[in-house]
């Protein structure tokens, strides 16, 4: 079935979740040439073998950083009552701390997005490991995988009789940096879920040469995580509506940046990447700016708020 995301209709067959897609999509073709047979053979177990390691290897490393660390949890707190009151939340984060997201949010067992790709299957079995629902190809190349997935996401959050929560980085895994993409707002809009901002950051830390200057956390550490919101996305909303709640987002997600900077940074100075010119609008004793009523007010939610169970509409 076709639909588009803001449609109350969503596609009836689900791809695999998790690692069940990698089996299920595995190519085999016995027209292939021999030595693009051997090829496919040898990358299939050599990423199945990385896949098998690479998760231990991971979950030891984070444990010791968490351990030897003064950890301070903002986030994992905040989105525990918001599951018991609303049956699912979206979160929104920056490509950048993508390495501590499976670890650091554990406690509340996301469900987040991975790659189709030979990369993908290795995150993805990193997250299941740390009790992830994954679906995947939402970081795809392919226009087709991106578009696909969103419908899928939206009958999960729905139909689910448990929590759901899902934590995606909306700068995606090619960027721009700090840019949000309105991909999981369209969820939010259709589950009529509440937004949440989150951020984990480090005072000691590598950033990789990379496009969003991925950061690594070292041992012997202080860690923090925030989380900011509700911010809410009516179902109603036109898409003109969404684009200016987008912009918005965009700039509360940077600013929650900013702050974890001048936390443990110590800095005033924009974090590199962000937009020319860009200055802070939260003030000391202000976490969030609301666009609408009911943002930032948890104990306020709207009237067509989502309520704990499945909720079909027709």
């Not at 390691?53 to 994992?76: E, F, H, K, Q």
């Not at 740390?130 to 729905?158: D, E, K, N, Q, W």
């Not at 990379?210 to 909303?237: F, M, Q, S």
Request: aromatic share 10%; charged share 25%.
């Amino acid at each position: 079935m076709r639909t588009s995301v803001g449609s109350d209709r969503v596609a009836v067959d689900a791809p695999p979740l998790g690692s069940e897609f990698d089996l299920a999509t595995r190519r085999r073709s016995p027209t292939k040439r021999p030595w693009r047979r051997l090829r496919g053979w040898l990358t299939w177990h050599l990423v199945g073998l990385v896949a098998a390691v690479w998760p231990r290897i991971y979950m030891a490393y984070c444990w010791l950083v968490w351990r030897t660390s003064r950890v301070i949890d903002g986030a994992n707190p905040t989105l525990a009552p918001v599951l018991d009151r609303h049956g699912r939340a979206v979160c929104l984060l920056w490509h950048q701390e993508v390495f501590t997201v499976a670890w650091g949010y554990r406690p509340t067992r996301p469900h987040t997005l991975a790659s189709a790709g030979d990369l993908g299957r290795i995150v993805t079995r990193m997250l299941e490991r740390c009790g992830y629902v994954v679906f995947r190809g939402g970081s795809s190349s392919r226009a087709s995988r991106r578009r696909a997935v969103l419908p899928t996401m939206i009958r999960h959050m729905r139909n689910q009789a448990g929590p759901v929560l899902y934590g995606v980085t909306v700068d995606g895994s090619r960027g721009p940096a700090y840019r949000l993409k309105g991909g999981m707002l369209a969820v939010a809009r259709a589950c009529r879920a509440p937004v949440y901002l989150v951020r984990t950051w480090y005072r000691r830390r590598v950033e990789l040469p990379t496009w969003d200057r991925t950061a690594i956390p070292l041992p012997w550490n202080e860690v923090e995580l925030h989380a900011v919101g509700p911010y809410w996305i009516p179902p109603d909303c036109t898409a003109d509506e969404l684009e200016r709640r987008r912009e918005h987002l965009e700039r509360e997600l940077q600013e929650l940046c900013a702050l974890s900077h001048r936390r443990l940074d110590g800095t005033d100075a924009p974090p590199p990447g962000f937009p020319e010119g860009w200055r802070p609008r939260w003030t000391a004793d202000r976490r969030g700016v609301p666009f609408g009523p009911h943002d930032l007010r948890p104990d306020a939610p709207p009237p067509w708020a989502s309520a704990p169970g499945p909720q079909r509409r027709v």
